[in-house]
Structures are given as C-alpha cells and as structure tokens.
C-alpha cells in the first residue's frame, strides 16, 4: 500500500522561506519521478515543480522558478521542496504526488519538460501554506 505523507507547511510573511518534506512508502521511490502540486482558492491545481528519478531533470512553473528548489533523497525515500522569497500568490495546498510524469515540450527552438499527473499518480493529504503579513 502506498502512502504519501507531506509535512512542513505554515503562516509565513512575505519574503520568508518554507520548506516541505514527504516521505513515500509502499512502492520504489527511485523508479518514479515526484512532484509538488498545488491548489489555490478558486483555482485549478497545477504542478508546481517535479523531479526526475535521479535528480538529473526539473521542473518548475514559471511564477516559481529562481525561488522554489526541489530536491530528493532517494536513501531517505523522501522528497523536499525549499521556497524562499515567498510570496502571498504562493498561498495554496501543497500536493505530494508519487508516480508524475516529466514529458518533452517544444518551446520554439527549444525542449523543455512539462509535469503532469497520471492514472497511476499516488497522492498525498496535502499540506496549507499561507504566505501573509
């Protein structure tokens, strides 16, 4: 049985850094590629930044890249996602997610990967973090 768990969310002010810790069990960790998703009041929830089996591959929205840094410990069964100079756009319910896909997007001259969610996708209980003075 698979199970997702998130841990780290909070109350932070702008300009304040979080970081949220999941730790997946119950399948293994290295043979599949993780993310962050998020929802937002009112809104959809999207992939807020996802990782490559060993690492060698991520991705970020663009509203968070050059902030947020996802990492993961494939020793740990764990995943991480550090967030500075957050913002009050970044208030959501953050995801776990176990079992995302990375695919190839061209942009013009360029590929870039795009994260996505599928069937097989194992979710966690999601996570509140709140970015507020």
């Known amino acids: 049985q698979v199970q997702v768990v998130e841990s780290g969310g909070g109350l932070v002010q702008p300009g304040e850094s979080l970081r949220l810790s999941c730790t997946i069990s119950?399948?293994?960790?290295?043979?599949?590629?993780v993310g962050w998703f998020r929802q937002a009041p009112g809104k959809k929830r999207e992939a807020a930044s996802c990782?490559?089996?060993?690492?060698?591959?991520?991705y970020y929205v663009d509203s968070v890249k050059g902030r947020f840094t996802i990492s993961r410990d494939n020793a740990k069964n764990t995943l991480y996602l550090q967030m500075d100079r957050m913002k009050p756009e970044d208030t959501a319910v953050y995801y776990c997610?176990?079992?995302?896909?990375?695919?190839?997007?061209?942009?013009?001259?360029?590929?870039?990967?795009?994260?996505?969610?599928?069937?097989?996708?194992?979710w966690g209980q999601g996570t509140q973090v709140t970015v507020s003075s």
């Open positions: 990782i490559s089996r060993i690492g060698d591959s991520t």
């Open positions: 119950g399948l293994t960790f290295d043979d599949v590629e």
């Open positions: 997610a176990a079992d995302v896909e990375l695919v190839p997007l061209v942009y013009g001259s360029t590929t870039r990967p795009f994260c996505i969610s599928a069937d097989e996708t194992r």
